[in-house]
């Protein structure tokens, strides 16, 4: 039973942290990287796909994205997708391959993208918490229906929250790293 919910709490954390990193992937920071143009919806005979579906996404250098279509029909159509997106990027065609260099971040904006990171971190240890709250209450329900003694129900929070801890730290330390990211001109 403990280690049901264990396992449970402990899938759910892990979702949590894998959502944050995703989450941090979407922000900008001044280097490129082929991630940022995964959201960017094109159409492709009437249907929306994202951008790496129709055309290779690639590094062209540091602070540049290359993008080739896989159809020449659609070179106009993804620099405008791209162009649309609120990512604030200026695609330019260079004959099959557009080109899509990302832009020095001023310092005001820095700090901005750094207080919205530090929310996503806050948002995502709250969900942290949350899910230890509810194995919590778990070990209280078993306890309740005498399913497991108050010894068990003492181990199992302990566990808990060495998990929590563990998965805290976790988003600290990607959080930390993005921070770095975003401060490195």
Request: glycine share 6%.
């Amino acid at each position: 039973m403990i280690n049901d919910v264990k396992k449970s709490a402990e899938q759910k954390m892990q979702k949590s942290l894998e959502a944050f990193k995703t989450d941090l992937g979407k922000v900008r920071t001044g280097r490129a990287h082929t991630g940022i143009l995964d959201h960017v919806m094109v159409d492709y005979y009437g249907s929306d796909v994202p951008v790496n579906q129709v055309a290779n996404v690639t590094l062209i250098d540091a602070r540049t994205i290359g993008v080739q279509p896989w159809e020449k029909n659609m070179l106009g159509k993804i620099e405008k997708a791209i162009r649309d997106s609120d990512l604030g990027l200026n695609p330019a065609s260079m004959g099959e391959i557009i080109r899509v260099p990302m832009p020095m971040l001023t310092e005001e904006r820095r700090k901005d993208l750094i207080k919205l990171v530090r929310g996503e971190a806050e948002g995502a240890r709250v969900a942290v918490r949350n899910i230890r709250r509810d194995a919590n209450n778990e070990f209280k329900n078993l306890l309740k229906d005498k399913s497991i003694t108050e010894d068990d129900e003492r181990r199992g929070q302990d566990e808990i929250q060495k998990l929590t801890d563990k998965y805290i730290a976790e988003i600290d330390k990607a959080l930390a790293t993005k921070e770095t990211d975003l401060m490195a001109v």
